[in-house]
């Protein structure tokens, strides 16, 4: 987190009005395990260990619990509301292997559209110099994260927080990342615009937005499985489908974002990387 993100009247109380006061307090907590941690010899550090160890154990049990074909999300039972993406299991570590390319060394990172939260969690145990920040809209997604990350104790896990793209102000003001992996073609457009609006007047000068997801691209056919991936969003609802690379670019430049690189990934995917100008 950039020190200008803590201001007057002071640090506890400029942070309390960036964060909120219920981050703050989560911020406070996380702050003590942070010292405890560091108090510890390293050969302690099973304790983070063992949190990981009960993490896989709990989706593996998930996992059992899946039947028919997968689909997107699966609520995992009732009354426990964490939501399992298959596809977590096998983009994260290829995702996270771009991320380090990119991303700071430090500071917060905000992550669009979170979905079940995985991903974060993912992200926040290979990452742990950096602070995220989940979020998304939809309240059972809301769940969902707070959940995994309740039973991951993760200290550089922040709890998420309602953010709608579209929104004219976000409630998180300033990132040193910003994250959205498979929204850009499973929203109407205007959350593209808006992730874009928004990304804009949150990263300064030289800082990353990274996209992930299936494109159509210029001068490139669109495989086979994603043109059936295309129509099967668009019977889901019109307003989905996979956007032409350029049209995002287009926008992303009518908010200071210049595209960095596009790195090919597994399953006809790309990371799309933009730099603020
Ligand atoms: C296909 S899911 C992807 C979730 C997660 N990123 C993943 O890859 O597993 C799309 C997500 O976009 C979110 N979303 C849709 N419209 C949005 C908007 N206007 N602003 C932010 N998130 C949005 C949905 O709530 C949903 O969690």
Redo the contacts with the bound molecule.
């Keep these: 987190m950039r020190a200008s993100s803590v201001s007057a009247p002071g640090a506890v109380g400029g942070a309390a009005a960036w964060i909120g006061a219920g981050r703050m307090k989560a911020a406070i907590k996380a702050s003590r395990i942070v010292s405890l941690f560091m108090a510890i010899p390293p050969d302690s550090h099973w304790v983070a260990y063992a949190f990981a160890q009960g993490y896989l154990k709990s989706r593996e049990k998930i996992g059992e619990r899946m039947t028919g074909p997968a689909p997107?999300?699966i609520e995992p039972g009732e009354g426990d509301p964490r939501r399992v993406?298959p596809?977590?299991a096998r983009?994260a570590e290829p995702i996270a292997a771009v991320l380090a390319d990119i991303l700071p060394a430090r500071g917060l990172v905000l992550?669009?559209?979170?979905?079940?939260g995985?991903?974060c969690l993912h992200f926040a145990r290979v990452f742990p110099k950096l602070l995220f920040q989940p979020?998304?809209?939809?309240p059972a997604?809301l769940r969902s994260i707070e959940a995994w990350r309740q039973g991951a104790g993760l200290f550089n896990l922040l709890p998420p927080v309602a953010?709608?793209?579209?929104a004219a102000d976000w409630e998180i003001a300033e990132a040193d990342a910003i994250l959205?992996?498979?929204?850009i073609h499973?929203?109407?457009w205007?959350?593209t615009a808006?992730?874009m609006r928004g990304a804009g007047k949150l990263l300064a000068p030289g800082a990353p937005l990274y996209l992930?997801g299936a494109y159509r691209r210029t001068g490139v056919e669109t495989a086979p499985s994603n043109e059936a991936f295309d129509e099967n969003l668009r019977a889901r609802d019109p307003d989905w489908g996979l956007r032409q690379l350029d049209d995002v670019v287009a926008e992303a430049e009518r908010h200071g974002l210049v595209l960095d690189k596009v790195v090919p990934m597994p399953a006809n995917n790309l990371s799309v990387i933009f730099r603020k100008a």
Aim: aromatic share 6%.
């Design positions: 997107y999300e993406a596809h977590v983009n992550e669009l559209a979170s979905g079940s995985e991903h979020s998304d809209p939809e997604a953010l709608d793209a579209r959205c992996i498979n929204m499973v929203s109407p205007p959350a808006g992730l992930y």
